[in-house]
């Protein structure tokens, strides 16, 4: 099946600097990333879809300043949680799609776990 | 709006027993859904998907489950369980129209005792 991986796996970063989280489709173009955001214990919350080559669309309550999504190719998708603080601190994952219909399977990244100081 | 309900956030089994994990959805259209498992530092893995084809929906690692529309439900099940079920499941549907947000139920563990 399509692999997507994410890097880093973990980072522990001081609160106030900026933390950038990649995720890569290995084997295919994925023309769609999202970025979730999961609590302990908890769902997992969509924050963002973005298309190559546009810019993100936010979900209500996501602070788009904050949370920085780039898509520049069909392979490479990255989070940038800026000036972060400790309530930042969470469970990150990507997934990643080839197509625009609501069947078309998302392929998720293992995940990057946040932890600021 | 489209949303799943999974009734239990823990269930416990013992090996060899069947599973029953339980998920209702709320649309208001016919949706997709999926059943996704999550093992500790893994990704998500896709189990298997209804998407207005058969009800009876087998996925990989012998589960599978069954689209009810009368009863709105889409459980997830498995005769027998192995102890490499243990994981967190969750019930997702489709956000519908051309999007292809997902929306995630709040998850069941599954514990599986030898």
């Known amino acids: 099946g399509a692999v997507v991986s994410q890097h880093p796996s973990r980072v522990i970063c001081k609160s106030g600097t900026s933390v950038k989280i990649e995720c890569r489709s290995l084997?295919?173009?994925?023309?769609?990333m999202f970025w979730y955001r999961q609590f302990p214990k908890q769902s997992l919350m969509l924050m963002a879809t973005?298309?190559?080559?546009?810019?993100?669309?936010?979900e209500q309550g996501v602070e788009k300043d904050k949370f920085l999504i780039n898509h520049a190719s069909l392979t490479l998708s990255t989070l940038t949680v800026t000036s972060a603080h400790p309530e930042d601190s969470s469970f990150y994952i990507c997934?990643?799609?080839?197509?625009?219909?609501?069947?078309?399977?998302?392929?998720f990244g293992p995940g990057t776990r946040l932890t600021v100081l | 709006a489209q949303s799943v309900t999974q009734l239990d956030s823990h269930v416990s089994v013992s090996e060899g027993t069947p599973v029953l994990l339980r998920c209702n959805y709320s649309?208001?259209?016919?949706?997709?859904l999926f059943w996704y498992v999550q093992h500790p530092n893994k990704g998500l893995q896709l189990l298997l998907k209804?998407?207005?084809?058969?009800?009876l929906v087998k996925g990989i690692n012998g589960f599978e489950a069954e689209f009810k529309k009368s009863e709105t439900s889409f459980h997830l099940t498995k005769p027998s369980a192995h102890m490499s079920d243990a994981a967190e499941y969750f019930c997702v549907v489709s956000a519908g129209g051309a999007s292809d947000k997902l929306i995630f139920g709040t998850g069941t563990r599954l514990q599986v005792f030898p």
């Open positions: 209804y998407t207005s084809a058969a009800t």
């Open positions: 649309s208001s259209y016919s949706p997709s």
């Open positions: 973005s298309n190559e080559g546009s810019k993100a669309t936010y």
């Open positions: 997934s990643a799609s080839s197509g625009g219909h609501s069947y078309n399977e998302q392929f």
């Open positions: 084997d295919f173009q994925a023309t769609t």
